[in-house]
């Protein structure tokens, strides 16, 4: 995997403004926030999407997420959040690194903005893709 600039944090080579630590996880502020609070989390294990993770670089990212989404919005009393995670170039992601957004959304609306382009699949559609989908696990 390349030497991102997460790895880099990881190493020591690159300062953070670090929030939360152990042994399979790492949580600090984005230097470049959408909204005042804006923290990543990343696992110490090298993956570049999700996917890729092994179970129990999942399980910690999952045990700490909602503890820092408490943190971030009891310190910056925003009054609402968003949880991001994106995978892949087309997905929007800048670091192939697996990381986490917490992004406090405030009453002004700052904060991340989404557009949300739904489509209708017809029912049979759906059935045939959760199917497949199933039968991948």
């Known amino acids: 995997m390349a030497d991102t600039i997460f790895q880099k944090i990881l190493d020591g080579k690159v300062p953070c403004h670090k929030i939360y ?58 009054s609402s959040y968003n949880v991001l995670q994106n995978n892949g170039a087309h997905a929007h992601q800048a670091v192939f690194h697996v990381h986490f957004h917490i992004i406090p959304k405030y009453e002004d609306n700052s904060g991340l903005g989404i557009e949300w382009n739904i489509s209708e699949p017809p029912p049979e559609e759906l059935a045939g893709i959760a199917k497949k989908i199933a039968s991948k696990l």
């Open 21 to 78: 630590e152990d042994e399979n996880v790492l949580a600090f502020m984005d230097v470049n926030p959408i909204s005042l609070g804006h923290t990543l989390v990343i696992p110490k294990e090298p993956a570049k999407m999700l996917g890729e993770l092994s179970d129990d670089s999942a399980a910690a990212l999952g045990r700490v997420l909602p503890r820092l989404a408490r943190a971030v919005v009891a310190a910056t009393g925003a």
